[in-house]
């Protein structure tokens, strides 16, 4: 479960959209997988710097606790309040409904220098 369209990080952060607007991300099925039930998720305002690598919240499973870390460098144009409610929708739909923020990224070429899904694919093979 590893789409082919996505960008994704060592962290296990995916990243979706491209060129010219804010980008999508959340947690990979893998990440969701290997944390078990989430139960909580603590997401940054709209309107906050994220810098690339470094966390900007924490998603909270029934076996613990685990930063979220920014893929790109940039603002926090959008967060999915939905997670407030429903956290659980990270489980059953991590690329879809259960994306986390939406970040307006300082240089939108960065998105090319993620990994590529085959890369990805290998880097969790292992």
Do not use: C
Not at 1 to 19: F, N, Q
Not at 35 to 51: F, H, K, M, N, R
Not at 88 to 113: F, H, M, S
């Amino acid at each position: 479960m590893i789409p082919e369209d996505l960008r994704y990080t060592a962290e296990h952060e995916w990243v979706a959209g491209a060129s010219g607007g804010p980008v999508r991300v959340g947690i990979t099925h893998f990440a969701q997988d290997a944390l078990g039930d989430i139960v909580y998720v603590q997401l940054p305002d709209p309107g906050t710097a994220v810098t690339a690598g470094e966390a900007f919240g924490e998603v909270e499973s029934t076996k613990s606790v685990s930063e979220i870390y920014a893929p790109l460098t940039g603002t926090v144009a959008a967060r999915n309040d939905k997670l407030a409610e429903e956290p659980e929708v990270i489980n059953t739909d991590p690329y879809g409904e259960g994306w986390l923020v939406e970040i307006e990224p300082a240089d939108p070429a960065a998105v090319e220098g993620l990994l590529t899904a085959s890369a990805y694919r290998e880097l969790t093979a292992s």
